[in-house]
């Protein structure tokens, strides 16, 4: 199989590392410049168009193509997500932290003002006010189970209505 030229591969890895990540598409492991091959999904090396590249580690490049032995063209190749970033890694702990904290809060005194559910619940959450922000929004949303009520001129956070239902 024909090597990619260097103009083209400088030209095009930068593209696959911004759209893909810096990963192996099959493993997930982080590789390099140096490390990491641009593969052409169909094994047509002609074919540069970017749906049909992905990068690998030069490991899963050889279990993919391998040397010396017949191949199938077109062969299914399982292609996984590059791992979450260290963000989106805790943002799946502390959202759950901070919804279970504040629908248990909800529970025992019925309502919490939302100052105070956003500024605590970052602290429990281990996160920040403006992160809770974020959840407490997608939980007062059309599809959510709270809503915000304004008693005496204060916003408070209370379940909706058909959530109080027993």
Known sequence: MSRMNSRTRKKLYPILVLRDGEYCNM??????????????????????????????????NHRKNPRGEAKPKNQNIEIHEPPASKEMLKNEICEPIFRDWLEEELRRWGRKEVKDALNAGAEVAGVSPATTERYLSKMTSSAGKLSVVVINGVKFVVFKDIWNRK
Do not use: E, F
Not at 27 to 49: E, F, M, Y
């Open 27 to 60: 493993c997930g492991k982080v590789g390099s410049t140096k490390s990491l091959i641009i593969d052409h999904i169909d094994n047509n090396p002609r074919n540069n168009a970017l749906h049909n590249l992905q990068l690998l580690c030069r490991g899963c």
